[in-house]
């Protein structure tokens, strides 16, 4: 009789984990950090394409060598900052964009300079480059905005009952979003 019991005790438990949702965690858990990878790939991207555009507008502009400076370092410090995929935390996420910022508006100032300077932007490569940031700015923007519903779809899974149960169990803790960077709710000025 104690045998049956423990034998229904197990089938139960047996059967209890195969419909827990474990496996599909996983696979959500994977593919947030599929695309938490997509999104570094494309601020890595960005990262790359900045010494290309500084030394453009370098031989160009010398006496704006510290707005140069400023993105430089802003750049350097963007790349030193990294989030370790398996803790995508709000606070790991914050830092990382607050940095990410920082580079963006260091580049927004290198390209307002460059208006001083026409023989500049009339430079071929010049403008590619300057494509070459808005596209990947676009993809940037994609990337996260594909990063932000993965966690979303993950983080309803692992809230959601009965599965918050057994995430509690496994480990599994919500991960964190990007947000809008303070004051991205206020149109920019535009002045010619």
């Given at each position: ?159 959601s009952f009965p599965n918050n149960i ?27």
């Amino acid at each position: 009789m104690k045998r049956l019991v423990i034998a229904i005790v197990g089938l139960f438990t047996a059967l209890s984990f195969s419909s827990c949702g474990y496996n599909t965690m996983v696979s959500k858990d994977e593919n947030v950090k599929g695309k938490w990878a997509q999104v570094e790939n494309a601020y890595q991207r960005r990262a790359d394409l900045i010494p290309n555009l500084v030394a453009t507008v370098k031989g160009a502009a010398e006496h704006e060598e510290g707005t140069l400076t400023a993105v430089v370092e802003a750049r350097a410090k963007a790349t030193s900052v990294t989030v370790d995929p398996s803790n995508l935390s709000e606070e790991a996420i914050a830092n990382y964009q607050q940095t990410q910022d920082a580079l963006s508006q260091s580049i927004g100032r290198l390209l307002v300079s460059v208006e001083a300077y026409p023989d500049l932007k009339a430079n071929s490569n010049f403008q590619e480059l300057q494509v070459q940031l808005e596209g990947t700015e676009n993809r940037i923007s994609v990337e996260r905005r594909s990063y932000n519903e993965a966690v979303q779809d993950y983080n309803t899974t692992v809230r959601s009952f009965p599965n918050n149960i057994m995430a509690g169990i496994f480990g599994f803790k919500p991960k964190g979003t990007f947000q809008a960077a303070e004051g991205a709710d206020r149109a920019p000025t535009v002045e010619f």
